[in-house]
């Protein structure tokens, strides 16, 4: 079967449109997270004013959480979320026409990993976004705030992967055909995507924790816009939900590329280094499931150690594709 | 997932004899001095204490994070066991290093002595840890749900409610709900009212278990792959037929050898190949390879053809044969200075470049030149599939399938090396003792042949012609047992992470009391093992339903804690949206905690 240089011309298309549309929501998005920050700061100087200083610095600054900050109407943020998914629907299109071009799933090499791997994540924020706004008010978050936080490094992959990565749409070597290609490929997608959502959450969570401390402690964190986003221990929350889930991936991810090593190399673990670094991913996040468990490492060392398994995960995607000789060199570049 | 009492008991006892001073190691040593009598007692005391810190929990996790340090040279440096020629190319590129990675054993990292350490280690932390957890585990299966609390009001997780229906009506239905909700349920009747006690999500603790027991069978299934499994690989020419236990390279566990290997014979009848030719951007990739081979499990047994692709391995009993390789194989004849063949064959020569720029080499041991003495001929050179001048003049190929076939090779003569014994590589010449073929003007002598052509060499050495070209197909030839094992074993340790991580754990104890003017006092509370979203909506289910059951509607907001929905737990009533999270460590961590702690420490 030939590749359909057409309809892989209209897969480029697409993508440099959609990164045009993530452009624009991260503007807006950005835009969002300054208004809210000025206005928390406001709102605390009228407290403060309020409340006449007699009160302290100290006592104040405990108490502006407690004021719900997502009763704004926000403009930057609806209009960022509209970019978004305008943004998000051009990405699925042109994945979807990547992949009818050369009549497979689209994930065969580097770059069309990154450009999958990146709509999944696009697509679980929307749904993100979706479920916190049915939750409703008051109750429910607004994850709109997160929304700098996926649009930027979105943008960032899908960047840095037309850059370095870019091949052509082309058919598949033989060592890929296989319909182990579809799922052991897909799951370390899912997997590799949701990793990346628990490090975006691990990440706020460290920093909030970082400004709880300083409150704690009288100091003025800085940052006013991180006050509308949720407190530590519910990020801490999300952020395991999401390596959970992530880890559950990376489990069968193993398994079926166990699999298919079999098949295809007769033998169904060589130590071939990209095998060894996604044993080392998945025994750094059991690391860190363990460390929640242990009293000492739980909190924010369990959360060092899930960020330390987003770094090896990264490392085995930049470094060990590109740079490691073995049997997994299908990067394509 | 939260720990055992156990677990918290240990690291508890553990961190009390710190405090005390009293660590076994200072113990014996004051046993001797004051009270001699208490010595025996050391060792034994010593080994509990080394038992129990090496199956704490702490430990575990510093064994698992020192195993993934452990892992990562394995990937820096070339392993013997996937990377052999990587092996030497590395040792001769560093020769004042490769001594030092040789004695740590840096070459072969997943089966030496310091890697088997630390998991050999793990696993052991691992079974003390799990097989008492076990114990612990199947009585508490078999116990009651846990007592009702005195005063479940107090719990925060509650919600009261005045029921028009009698108590022992009222006991009745919840017992039933809870029942429906996959609790464990005990009702408790009492003079005046009573209560249900309720638990659900003790499979959590299952699955824990039955995923570490499942690492420990998949440890001992790659192991038995390893003591038994074997390898060959056989390069098959076209045309040929390679017989099961003739290989060019074998390797095998210790529980296994060659006369294991079954007595198959496998002629390769054809080899398909296909490179991109078309797309611009591709051109050369390759698209196809296919052997297809005629195979006979055992001598008189009937014959089958089969394709092996990549992918697709062929089997012969337990034993894959799967292609690993293809090249090119020129037909090269040789004739001596007195006219006798004295070389005639498809000669594998090695792929070196996408290209197919392959190296082979021709060793004539029994030659005899124009005068009749015996001479030793070599040839070495390069076989080009579609042959044309690179950047720097010389020939090279330009496309890996067979355009433009062309044989460079020079020739050599002197001491092949072939009668000291010493074994030779098949692709190399040995340069010592030979001296280079050379033309009228002194320069090396070139043979540049294209197929059907011939050259006569310098010296009355004789000819050499380039008959044709037939391509051959690398074979590996292997069995793994335990294959199968290790699958199983990996899916079960997947169920029990999968229960683990996700089955919320809860108690929900249902209080009623007859109420004052008639009907009942209801108070429904719940406690989960850590910090669980879905506990509210749980206690507000189980009241829900419990006054479906009774055929009475909902009143208003009943008392109590009114919960939020937690963003995840929308559009159910949230009975699953359990995460066990703890939030330990973090500022303002919770209540819920607490109470689980003090009830657990009852
Ligand atoms: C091969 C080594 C090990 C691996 C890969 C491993 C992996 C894991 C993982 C992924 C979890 C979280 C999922 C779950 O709760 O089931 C876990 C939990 C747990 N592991 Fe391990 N483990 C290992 C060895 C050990 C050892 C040696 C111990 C005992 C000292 C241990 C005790 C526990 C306990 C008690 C939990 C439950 C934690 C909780 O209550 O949240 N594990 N382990």
């Known amino acids: 079967m030939t590749v359909d240089e057409n309809v892989a011309q209209v897969s480029n298309l697409l993508l440099y449109s959609a990164m045009t549309a993530y452009l624009g929501s991260f503007i807006a998005y950005a835009a969002d997270l300054a208004e809210g920050g000025k206005e928390i700061k406001a709102r605390e100087v009228r407290r403060r004013e309020r409340a006449g200083g007699e009160a302290g610095e100290a006592g104040e600054a405990g108490t502006v959480l407690t004021e719900p900050a997502t009763a704004r109407r926000r ?23 990547r992949g009818v071009s050369v009549h497979r799933v689209p994930w065969g090499n580097m770059f069309e990993f990154a450009l999958t791997g990146s709509l999944v994540v696009a697509v679980g924020y929307l749904v993100a976004v979706v479920r916190a706004q049915r939750a409703g008010l008051g109750g429910g978050r607004d994850a709109r705030y997160l929304g700098t936080f996926v649009a930027g490094p979105v943008l960032a992959t899908l960047g840095i992967a037309l850059r ?47 400004r709880e401390r300083v409150r704690a402690s009288g100091g003025n964190p800085g940052g006013a816009f991180m006050d509308a986003l949720p407190g530590a221990v519910e990020l801490e929350r999300t952020a395991f939900r999401l390596n959970a889930v992530a880890f559950v991936m990376w489990t069968f991810t193993l398994i079926a590329g166990a699999v298919w090593a079999q098949v ?32 000492g490492w739980d909190g924010r060392r369990a959360a060092w150690l899930s960020v330390l398994a987003f770094a090896c995960m990264l490392f085995n995607y930049l470094v060990v594709n590109i740079f490691f000789p073995g049997l997994h060199s299908y990067a394509g570049v | 997932m939260a720990r055992t009492d156990e677990t918290h008991l240990d690291d508890l006892r553990d961190e009390y004899r710190d405090a005390q001073g009293a660590r076994p190691a200072a113990r014996g040593r004051r046993g001797r001095a004051s009270a001699p009598r208490a010595a025996p007692l050391a060792p034994l005391e010593f080994a509990r204490y080394c038992w129990r810190q090496l199956t704490s929990m702490r430990t575990a996790l510093f064994l698992l994070m020192l195993l ?34 040789e004695r740590l054993q840096g070459f072969h990292v997943y089966s030496s002595a310091w890697f088997s350490a630390i998991y050999i280690l793990l696993f052991i932390s691992l079974i003390g840890c799990v097989v008492p957890r076990a114990g612990v585990h199947l009585r508490g299966l078999r116990s ?54 309720a638990e659900r999500g003790h499979h959590r603790e299952s699955g824990n278990l039955l995923f570490h027991l499942s690492l420990v069978g998949l440890l001992l299934a790659v192991a038995s792959s390893s003591l038994f499994s074997y390898a060959g690989q056989r390069l098959v020419v076209e045309g040929q037929t390679a017989v099961g236990t003739t290989f060019d390279s074998f390797t095998s566990g210790v529980g296994a050898d060659e006369s294991d290997v079954p007595p198959f014979s496998m002629r390769l009848d054809s ?16 698209r196809r390879f296919a052997a297809n081979v005629t195979l006979t499990e055992a001598p008189g047994e ?25 090249g090119y194989a020129p037909v090269i004849v040789v004739r001596d200075g007195s006219g006798a063949v004295v070389q005639d064959g498809a000669t594998p020569f090695l792929p070196q470049t996408g290209n197919y720029d392959s190296t082979g080499v021709v060793k004539v041991p029994d030659a005899v030149d124009a005068a009749g003495r015996p001479v030793q001929i070599g040839l070495q050179g390069v076989f080009l599939p579609s042959a044309t001048v690179g950047a720097d003049g010389n020939p090279v190929s330009g496309f890996p399938d067979l355009a433009n076939p062309v044989l460079v090779m020079q020739a050599f003569t002197g001491d092949l090396g072939l009668d000291d014994g010493v074994p030779q590589n098949v692709y190399e010449l040995d340069g010592t003792g030979l001296t280079q073929v050379l033309d009228e003007g002194g320069r090396p002598f070139a043979i540049q042949l294209a197929p059907g052509e011939s050259v006569q060499l310098p010296d009355g050495l004789g000819t050499v012609s380039f008959e044709g070209v037939q391509r051959y197909a690398s074979i590996d030839v292997r069995r793994t047992p335990g294959q199968t094992e290790a699958l199983v074993f990996s899916l079960l340790a997947t169920t029990g992470l999968v229960l683990s991580l996700f089955l919320p754990r809860r108690r929900v104890w249902v209080r009623v009391r007859p109420a004052a003017g008639g009907g009942s006092d209801v108070v429904v509370a719940g406690l989960a093992r850590g910090n669980d979203a879905g506990l509210a909506f749980e206690v507000d289910g189980v009241l829900r339903r419990l ?32 995460d066990g999270a703890r939030g330990a460590g973090a500022p303002g961590a919770h209540e819920a905690r607490a109470g689980a702690r003090t009830e657990e420490g009852r």
Not at chain 1, 181 to 207: E, K, N, P, R
Request: net charge neutral; with cysteine; charged share 20%.
């Open chain 2, 302 to 326: 009937p014959a089958r053809t089969e394709t092996i692709r990549v992918n697709h391995p062929a089997k012969v009993g337990g034993t894959q044969l799967s292609l690993s390789g293809n």
């Open chain 1, 164 to 210: 370095s990565f870019y091949v052509e749409a082309a058919q598949l070597v033989p060592a890929l055909d296989s319909y182990w290609l579809v799922i052991h490929v897909l799951v370390a997608i899912l997997a590799t995507a949701l990793s990346t959502l628990g490090f975006s959450a691990t990440v706020l969570q460290l920093t909030q924790e970082k």
């Open chain 2, 68 to 101: 993934a340090v452990a892992a990562v040279p394995g990937s820096t440096f070339p392993q013997q066991g996937n990377d052999p020629a990587g092996v030497a190319r590395w040792t001769a590129e560093h020769p004042t290093a490769a001594p030092w990675v």
């Open chain 2, 547 to 578: 006054r479906r059951a009774l055929g009475e509607d909902e009143p208003g907001t009943a008392p109590g804690t009114a919960p939020s929905p937690p963003p995840g737990a929308v559009g159910d009533d949230g009975g699953e949206h359990d």
């Open chain 1, 75 to 97: 403009r930057g943020a609806a209009v960022g979320t509209s970019l978004f998914t305008l943004a998000a629907l051009l990405h699925l299109g042109s994945v979807v026409s």
């Open chain 2, 144 to 197: 009651a749900p846990p007592r009702t609390p005195a005063r479940p009001e107090r719990l925060p997780e509650h919600r009261a409610a005045h029921l028009a229906a009698d108590p022992q009506r009222v006991l009745g239905a919840a017992g039933s709900v809870l029942r429906g909700r996959r609790f464990r349920v005990e009702v408790r009747p009492e003079e005046r009212g009573g209560s249900v006690a």
């Open chain 2, 271 to 286: 080899m398909d190949v296909a490179f991109e030719a078309r797309q611009t951007s591709q051109i050369g990739e390759p």
């Open chain 1, 264 to 295: 295809a190399w007769n033998r169904y673990w060589n130590w071939d280094s990209k095998e060894v670094w996604t044993f080392v991913i998945w025994v750094v996040y059991a690391c860190y499931l363990h460390a929640r468990a242990t009293r």
